[in-house]
């Protein structure tokens, strides 16, 4: 099956060319553009006739003071994209609304809009976490035309962090392998997934996780495709695997639940917005 991945929300690919990021061009004044304002994990949008669309023009009236110096983000068909962050405890103006961009809280907003939220997502987070340098402490500088961090003492370069993690869908014949956490909505089962450890391989990791979370051992480690995944700054690795023995023994400290069932009854599962939607939609429903 073709990996169709590339065209899932918060990947670049969604946008089909239209945006073209930062790192390819010299920051311009600013001015007229687009406007990313994130609040907490939700983009503040424009509703028209129940179409979402982002605020376009100089800072957004009643955004400007709350929200600083913007960001840019590269441009969407030709036009300037500036990203800012709105604190949490201030109000949203009139003529705004705030929608979340967290696909697990039941997001309304368009795939083109939750990409550009996501990168902006990404891009806050990394300002955040990059003002000083990590190997002596200075205050670092952009570097110009990329993304990353440069320090003026030590010389040392940083870049965007993106942290791997592999999911997985377990396959037996006629039924597969969901599981569950205590915090997710009642009734809602997903695929086991975790972060690749140092030294792994993508498969090592898959291989390890089931065994740690669930107690089963797989073969036939098939990758499906890839999705970034801005909560806060991930790299989300899809994969198919097939039993291979073992006993379902759940690890409580990860799970709440894990369990066998009939890919014809599946349970509630995770929105279509998101990889592990995705995989059962093509690969548990054949």
Known sequence: MTP?????????DCLRGAFVPAKHGKRPAEGQGHWLVVQDQSLIVRSENGQFRLPTGTTPPGLGDPIGAPLWLGT?????CW??????????PQGYERETLVPMQGTRLPDDLL?????AMQALYWERTSSHCPRCGERTQRIEGEWGK????CRYEHYPHLHPAVIVLVLDGDRCLL???????????A???????????LEGAVAREVKEEVGLDVKDIQYVGSQNWPFPSQLMIGFVA????????????????????????LPDGPAHHSIAGFILEHYARC
């Open 4 to 12: 169709l991945t590339v065209y899932l929300p918060f990947n670049l």
């Open 76 to 80: 969407l068909g030709g036009m300037e």
């Open 83 to 92: 990203v800012a962050s709105l604190p949490s405890d201030s109000p949203i």
């Open 115 to 119: 990409s550009l939220g996501g990168m």
């Open 150 to 153: 440069g320090c003026p003492r």
């Open 179 to 189: 599981a569950r956490k205590a915090v997710w909505k009642p009734g809602r089962y």
């Open 191 to 201: 695929l086991i997934a975790g972060f690749v450890d140092n030294g792994e391989s």
């Open 242 to 265: 097939h039993y291979a023995g073992g006993e379902v023994v759940i690890d409580r400290e990860e799970l709440e639940d894990a369990r066998w069932f009939p890919r014809d009854g």
